[in-house]
């Protein structure tokens, strides 16, 4: 029984760090450059981005919950991306079109990398995209995770206990 219960706790450590691990692997990497500008996407539709080179190519990589390359999103699932590649006007303006889901979830990012016609010889821009990415675990999306996870560990104490109870009667009697 010693060896079993062993092997029941080493099975419970592995799956706890998985439930940690999990979130990590979930979040979208979220493009970072002199050359990137981002932009938290409310609505469907057109987001034009100023200040690129004219004729440069401009790669859009949208990040949000259930992005996908089809409709560029659908709810309720993980934190991914998909990325096109447009090309920038005579002006300097590339323009994604962002279809969100009917319900959208969470915080979506459109991050605009190209050639930006306002970055120094020293590689800094004078442009937008300076406000930090959301990253990290929802609570609230955790919760049912957290309340299972409490259940199975209390319902395995509770063996725990009944069992070296039962086991100390047992001796007790003899």
Do not use: C, H, Q
Request: hydrophobic share 45%; charged share 10%.
């Amino acid at each position: 029984m010693k060896l079993n219960l062993t092997k029941a706790a080493a099975a419970l450590a592995v799956a706890g760090g998985l439930l940690l691990a999990a979130p990590v692997a979930a979040n979208a990497y979220v493009p970072t450059s002199p050359n990137t500008v981002t932009v938290t996407v409310t609505t469907d539709g057109p987001v034009p981005v100023s200040g690129f080179e004219a004729g440069a190519s401009v790669t859009f990589t949208l990040i949000g919950r259930g992005i996908t390359g089809a409709n560029i999103a659908t709810a309720n699932l993980p934190v991914t991306s998909a990325s096109v590649t447009k090309t920038a006007d005579a002006s300097g303006v590339a323009t994604a079109v962002v279809d969100l889901p009917a319900n959208p979830s969470g915080t979506y990012t459109l991050a605009a990398t190209g050639a930006r016609a306002d970055v120094s010889a020293s590689g800094s821009s004078n442009a937008g995209g300076s406000s930090l990415p959301a990253t990290g675990v929802d609570a609230n999306s955790m919760l049912g995770i957290w309340v299972g996870g409490g259940a199975l560990v209390l319902a395995g104490a509770t063996i725990a206990v009944a069992t070296t109870v039962r086991r100390n009667r047992a001796e007790n009697k003899a």
